[in-house]
């Protein structure tokens, strides 16, 4: 649901506060103004209408968090919450329709990510039983699998578990220790845990709910390991007793999200038939015989796992909107709440109106709208990849790339921007009410999920490598050194997001003249693309040599620079959010909504310039002239946002059941209300005592 009430004129610009409420201050009319519905609903994006419905189920009281649980008390309200949701048919969207769903992958992402706003803990349980479990067997399984399996587990008579992850390797899937042994006599595979490490482990549904798992296991038949493949495997009885060789244990109290049943599984000669092998991408005969459609085990592999990269675009959704979430209600209370009496004898001033206070707030409210622009962009092209309008191997890979640059990105923020925001809110955010602290216990582990974030930017860094050395393959270091990637375009983000930098930005020392340049677009993404081309021309230029060394030299001479490769994926995906966001800029009408958003996106692109004002210097791409100009700008740019901060949460769309934050309901307002009417009394009234040392005369 999204609060289309009237609103009163406090967000408007030029606005100040009085007991009755606020007035318009006169003498600017040609200040801009934010149509609040049309930026709400290009903030919904492409699938508006799936995410303000998703809004009215996750504004029903019975699907919202109740603070205080117990651990077992909260598993089992997010389990029948879950029930609501299969009833209702939320989370069915990308399942076939043939089997009742709607064959609308984007859609399902979309209307998903928003339960965050409910509970964590069920977009996240519901995410294992649909978004992996479910999604498993849609994707890796055939006709038959869906036809046998997928109706139990949409209804939720099947509840399931996504048994990858291991005690010992995480984001290297590839290592897993947990073997299929296919047995040609009997006909079956035998599922083996083979050393402790090798313990399905952190497994959503494991520790109580899950009656079967698609489990990850090495592949082994006539004495050939085929590489990692997934089963689906029956865990408990009807009694909810584990079934033979299975075992199992709670893993307990968690850091947040507890209201999942995460748990551990091992198996000691499980047999597994055939049948059960999802076999997709890699099938095994009667005889033995392994067959498969992509001859590459690498490329099989990926292709595999590429299948299950939604699990990284709802985190990156998800996570954008919990820092949007964050963002209303500190700000509408920074807009309330007064402190010191800065300006006057007697009138405290709004917290929101100090300098330092917009500096917290403002620049990870712009970073807030970079990324939800990013993400739709993103969604869509998810949806392309999944409905087959745009399925070549070119674009899953540019989807992954995508998914691995964007993920860490809104993950790593929404931690920030949580914390930033309760402390922002003093003691008031950190009441469990007021939502700061669960949000951010629960979104902790947000940064691991899918994938650990160091691991992902190393990823895309390494795609970046890749387009960069097709591109000059044979090429000399002068032509390497005069020369940048150039992509395609219309591909999604231009491919992986490099570009061609036409010539160097020009620093004219002029301060007023390097302002005026700042506020360009292409002055903007000169900046930020030189610096991503020029960190992966370098690292390429450093690595070479690497494949004429011997393995370990070469492993060691790549590991030497992997805080680079890093740092490069990340200035990559920052580039993308800010390409986005000028995008977004570029389609707005309406012209005040047109200017507010060019100041945020330019308060997006200028905060990153800032951040690593120390690259630009040292490359020599900013004097220290220009560098001073690029903060003052922002001083400037967030002043002049400070008189729409109120609109620009507003348009994210929440109804005061989403936020469900009393400092963000109005009753600062009226506290503070009183407390200045109560001076004003006793001032009237001459009952005011007297300050034992006056303050000084202005």
């Known amino acids: 649901m999204v609060d289309t009430a009237q609103r009163s004129s406090d967000s408007r610009p030029n606005a100040v506060e009085t007991d009755t409420g606020p007035v318009r201050v006169a003498g600017d009319p040609d200040a801009p103004r934010i149509d609040l519905p049309l930026l709400t609903h290009k903030l919904l994006g492409t699938w508006a209408q799936v995410r303000l419905n998703a809004r009215e189920l996750t504004a029903r009281p019975e699907l919202q968090r109740v603070e205080g649980l117990s651990m077992a008390a909260h598993r089992e309200r997010v389990l029948g919450q879950l029930k609501v949701l299969a009833d209702n048919g939320h989370v069915h969207r990308a399942f076939p329709a043939a089997l009742g769903g709607f064959d609308d992958h984007g859609g399902n992402i979309a209307g998903f990510e928003e339960l965050v706003t409910a509970d964590p803990s069920l977009q996240i349980k519901a995410g294992v039983q649909w978004g992996l479990f479910g999604a498993a067997v849609l994707h890796l399984g055939t006709r038959e699998h869906h036809e046998k399996w997928l109706p139990g587990i949409m209804s939720l008579d099947v509840p399931g578990a996504f048994a990858m992850t291991e005690t010992g390797h995480g984001s290297d899937v590839s290592a897993i220790g947990t073997t299929a042994t296919y047995d040609v006599e009997a006909g079956d595979f035998v599922l083996q845990t083979p050393f402790r490490a090798a313990w399905k482990d952190y497994l959503g549904n494991a520790a109580n709910d899950g009656i079967a798992a698609v489990v990850f296991a090495q592949l082994v038949s006539l004495g050939v390991n085929h590489g990692v493949h997934a089963f689906y495997v029956p865990l408990r009885d009807e009694s909810g007793a584990f079934l033979p060789g299975i075992g199992g244990e709670d893993d307990g109290l968690k850091g947040g999200l507890n209201g999942i049943d995460n748990g551990r599984l091992h198996f000691d000669q499980v047999r597994v038939p055939r049948e059960n092998l999802l076999n997709r991408y890699g099938d095994v005969a009667e005889d033995g015989s392994y067959t498969s459609p992509i001859g590459s085990p690498g490329r099989r592999f990926f292709t595999m796992l590429g299948t299950l990269v939604q699990g990284r675009v709802s985190l990156d959704g998800a996570a954008t909107q919990a820092s949007a979430l964050a963002l209303t209600i500190a700000i509408r209370y920074g807009s309330e709440r007064r402190q010191f009496t800065a300006g006057s004898d007697t009138d405290e001033e709004v ?36 409905s087959g309008t745009a399925d070549t191997d070119v674009d899953r890979q540019d989807l992954e790339t995508l998914a691995a640059a964007l993920k860490p990105l809104s993950t790593w923020n929404a931690l920030d921007t949580l914390q930033e925001a309760r402390e922002a809110c003093g003691g008031a955010g950190f009441l469990a009410e007021n939502r700061f602290v669960g949000l951010r216990a629960d979104l902790d582990v947000y940064a691991t ?250």
């Open 351 to 386: 917290i929101l109106d100090y300098q330092r206070h917009q500096r917290r707030l403002i620049p990870r409210l712009a970073t807030a709208y970079a990324q939800t622009f990013a993400h739709d962009e993103f969604l869509v092209k998810f949806d392309q990849v999944f």
């Open 449 to 698: 999920f899918e994938g650990d974030n160091n691991v992902l930017l190393q990823l895309v860094a390494k795609r970046l490598l890749t387009d960069y050395n097709r591109k000059f393959a044979g090429a000399d270091a002068g032509a390497l050194a005069r020369y940048v990637v150039q992509q395609t375009a219309g591909r999604a983000y231009h491919g992986t997001g490099l570009r061609r930098l036409g010539q160097s930005v020009a620093d004219f020392g002029s301060t007023a003249r390097s302002v005026g340049q700042l506020r360009e677009t292409a002055t903007q993404r000169a900046l930020l693309t030189d610096r991503v081309e020029s960190m992966i021309a370098g690292i390429a230029q450093a690595l070479r040599n690497t494949t004429k060394l011997p393995k370990k030299e070469a492993a060691a001479l790549f590991n030497s620079h992997q805080n680079e490769l890093i740092e490069a994926a990340r200035a990559h995906a920052e580039l993308l959010q800010w390409e986005a966001f000028t995008r977004a800029v570029e389609t707005t009408e309406d012209a005040g909504t047109r200017q507010v958003l060019t100041w945020l996106r330019d308060l997006f692109g200028l905060r990153l310039i800032e951040e690593h004002a120390a690259w630009y210097l040292i490359n020599g791409r900013l004097s220290g002239k220009r560098a001073l100009a690029v903060t003052a700008y922002i001083d400037r740019i967030i002043a002049r946002l400070r008189p729409h901060a109120l609109d620009l949460v507003d348009a994210f769309g929440y109804a005061p059941e989403h936020l469900r934050a009393p400092i963000a309901s109005g009753a600062e307002r009226v506290r503070q209300v009183e407390a200045r009417q109560y001076y004003r009394d006793q001032r009237a009234a001459g009952t005011a005592p007297v300050l034992e040392k006056p303050a000084p005369r202005r």
